[in-house]
């Protein structure tokens, strides 16, 4: 039994961590613009006390290389004929939403930023690429938090609604797989771009992040649950052959106890509740949970809701789970529990040796993959869909102009091992995406050091570089990979 035969093998990649051109052909500034890196504590706003709202201040000591990414807005053609020779037939990526709406409460959209989406998917679809289309990919037009809040605003469920029948009338017929919020459960821990959601008159004028509330936060939760009901049922009323599936960040489900204390086996099932199913419950299930109403008792953030809207979510849930696995983490009540981009973070793991490099330190467990597609299948009952997964190193071409990366090559073998193994389970897997076929922008720290690709790009910290494209010698692996449709993976 291989790998299923309408496998969808590529990669992902974000318009904001690749696109650059950020304010170009119309395109306004989004939340991630103005950061260096989400995991950023000092993002660049600054309070208005005469307006009473928050502004743009960038720092003109910091650089914002997402401003420019690796100029995928004037390069893609080149860049998906590259990924079309590893065999692709999917590739995925987000519309940036500034560039439809730049504001995101305009009434017409943009004409220029859907000019270049028609162009991008079109490539796609000649390369023999299907588009899997994120919506929102941490995008959230920079406006909509300075003048209504983000989306602890209920309007904002409106401006979302105009943004999806656009694009979903624009490319009916040529995107099949759409996806809602990317890892929109880091919300708790990261309000401001995984959350879109920002405090005004805050008590903290110095701390946007911080000063943001809890009753703010969970507002957002109920609000963007009833978006992504209303994406659903817009999609099945405008495109009938298209499928919307939600994105959630999925490391955490791989939150093992530490050891057997009940305090500890308890802890991790509840850290990856309050983590991921907190969202995927609504999303998949159709339910707020019961976890969840506890948090708002307890707390008094109790967000306003209607009974018409909750009986959107039940009616309108996802077609599939789609998500990204990096690494797993341990819960021990005596240790706090933090957590990045990467998933969350706890006591280390003895029984894990391998890990990616300094500085990052990601413990690398690809069993772990295996583990989150069998808890998220009994869980759900929906095809399950692997949208990222890879691993960042500090690469350099060598003498020769060339880069080996033995520890890329390995990392993939060894988690569609544990992929394949989840499919001999039972377990309805989709399909494949590597997580930065081509060199991007980091997202947690907004660094070009950090780098994932099978294509290299001749781009730095410090914001020099040629921009010059150069293929690794992981490209042709994951090309045999591809080739076989990971047969030569189950080789003895």
């Known amino acids: 039994m291989s790998f299923p035969k309408k496998f969808l093998w590529g990669g992902a990649v974000a318009a904001n961590q690749c696109e650059g051109a950020w304010l170009e052909d119309g395109k306004a500034p989004n939340i991630t613009d103005i950061m260096v890196g989400i995991g950023s504590k000092d993002p660049g706003l600054k309070w208005n006390e005469d307006l009473k709202k928050w502004e743009m201040a960038l720092d003109s000591h910091k650089k914002y290389l997402s401003h420019e990414g690796i100029d995928f807005y004037h390069r893609y053609k080149e860049d998906l004929e590259l990924m079309a020779g590893m065999g692709f037939n999917c590739f995925r990526t987000s519309i940036a939403w500034g560039r439809i709406f730049p504001n995101g409460d305009e009434e017409q959209p943009n004409e220029a930023g859907l000019a270049f989406y028609d162009e991008l998917i079109e490539t796609m679809l000649e390369l023999g690429m299907e588009p899997v289309i994120t919506l929102s990919h941490y995008e959230t037009p920079l406006h909509l938090l300075t003048e209504y809040g983000g989306w602890s605003n209920h309007c904002l469920i409106d401006f979302w609604k105009r943004y999806v029948i656009t694009v979903f009338e624009r490319y009916k017929g040529k995107v099949k797989y759409w996806l809602t919020f990317n890892e929109v459960n880091n919300m708790m821990r990261n309000p401001l771009v995984a959350g879109g959601v920002l405090t005004l008159n805050p008590e903290d004028k110095n701390d946007p992040i911080g000063s943001t509330t809890e009753k703010d936060k969970w507002q957002g939760y109920y609000n963007i649950c009833v978006a992504n009901a209303w994406t659903v049922k817009l999609c099945k009323e405008i495109d009938v052959n298209a499928k919307v599936g939600c994105m959630l960040t999925s490391s955490s489900v791989a939150t093992y106890p530490y050891n057997c204390d009940p305090d500890n086996v308890f802890g991790a099932y509840d850290a990856t509740r309050m983590a991921n199913f907190y969202f995927g419950d609504p999303f998949c299930l159709g339910e707020i949970p019961g976890y969840v109403k506890r948090v708002w008792r307890e707390h008094d953030c109790e967000p306003q809701m209607n009974a018409e809207e909750l009986r959107l979510i039940k009616e309108n849930t996802v077609s599939y789970f789609s998500f990204s696995y990096y690494r797993s983490s341990t819960y021990d009540h005596g240790n706090s529990l933090s957590g990045d981009t990467g998933g969350l ?136 990979i591809i080739e076989t449709n990971g047969d030569i993976l189950l080789e003895k």
Request: proline letters at 6%; charged letters at 30%.
């Open 345 to 480: 973070i706890g006591k280390e793991n003895p029984y894990l040796t391998g890990c990616s490099p300094e500085p990052w330190c990601w413990p690398i467990d690809p069993k772990g993959i295996r583990y989150v597609l069998n808890v998220l299948y009994d869980r759900y009952h929906l095809p399950l869909f692997i949208v990222e997964n890879g691993i960042g190193l500090d690469e350099n071409l060598d003498d020769n102009g060339k880069i080996d990366d033995p520890e890329r090559m390995k990392y993939i073998e060894e988690h569609l091992k544990y992929v394949h193994e989840a499919i001999l389970d039972g377990v309805d897997v989709m399909g494949y995406l590597y997580w930065g076929p081509i060199d991007v922008v980091s997202a947690g720290t907004g660094e070009m050091k950090k780098r994932y690709g099978f294509v290299y790009v001749d781009r730095f910290n410090d914001g020099t570089g040629t921009l010059e494209r150069k293929i690794k010698n992981s490209y042709y692996r994951y090309k045999e």
